[in-house]
């Protein structure tokens, strides 16, 4: 647990720059793009990584504001959340050791 939360503080301050690579988002203080980003990986965690069913992990998850949408997709092993109409990010399972990653 330890890890997973220096892993999401260290995600954090790495999106939290100014500067992105080409191809990559840029997050100036977009607080319902960070708020999907957390939830879809979150969820896409809960569901594939620890085993918990969907709802049980929709209470997990829950943030505020409420999110639109959260989408689990088992065959294709991807969480999609979406905020308001303009604002979404999906997380995708990888493996047993590296777990879930956004897209």
Known sequence: MKRLAFAVAVAAL?????????GERLYKENDLQLLTAHAAKEMCSCVF???????????WVKAAPDL??????????????QAVLLW?????????RRGCVLE
Request: hydrophobic letters at 35%.
């Open 68 to 81: 639109k949408t959260l989408r689990v997709d088992r065959d294709g092993k991807t969480v999609e959340s």
């Open 49 to 59: 990584v620890f085993g918990r069913d969907e709802d049980f992990c929709k209470a």
């Open 88 to 96: 979404g990010a999906r997380a995708r399972f990888v493996d047993e």
């Open 14 to 22: 790495a999106l939290s720059c100014d500067s992105a690579p080409p």
